[in-house]
């Protein structure tokens, strides 16, 4: 495992190190003084185009555990293209382009791809958000059922505790921040952390067998109300 990260390192470094060395190589050419006015704006948008895809490359593995496959494409793809269009346009127009409008374009061309990349985001994470949410009241739906399901062979003490629990667990995964909204990597395994410990107590609620440890599973829900507690201090920290 260890090797692979080191092997896949080497290979992003050497390839951006290609990268740089090609980039540089052509901005400080001696095309350069053709048109000095427009050059220092050149090397600002070139540099920065470059800088952006050096940062998702080297990020790459971060970026796919964090935010997932589709967005690294998407923000990779996006990063390719304004690196690209910032070489090729600058090379093409630079010898007859004004200073005035190599800046207009380039910051329009700049903005654009921003704006595309934090609107994918957002949208990105609505969608994700919507998900979790949706996946948490069918579990609640699923766990009140399931409760009910049982009520014939739990005593009624340990059925109003085990139902406190599974309401007090729930009313504060409601009212805290909405799962899925943070894309903080640690937030996001607590979350799934969550989830999947629901599942579990579903799980033993569903059994067919008539004989179940309800005062175990009564536990479990204390702990994921302890788990949706820890995960709203990470969002704070």
Known sequence: MENNKMLSWIFKGFSLLIIDVVTIKIVFSIWAILNISVFPMAICFIFLSLIILNIVIALSSRIIETYG???FITTLSSSV???LFSMVFTGIVYITITSKWYFIVMMLVT???FLLNVGYLNIRNNNKEKEYMTDIKLLMIHTNKSLEQNKDIIEENEYNNLKNSIERT???I???TPFGRISEINTIKK???IIYNIEEVNSLLTDSSNVKDFNSIKKMFDNIYNMVYEREKLIIK
């Open 174 to 176: 409601n009212s805290s």
């Open 191 to 193: 979350e799934n952390e």
């Open 69 to 71: 496959m589709s967005l």
């Open 170 to 172: 729930f009313e504060r």
């Open 111 to 113: 903005l654009f791809f």
């Open 81 to 83: 293209i304004y690196y």
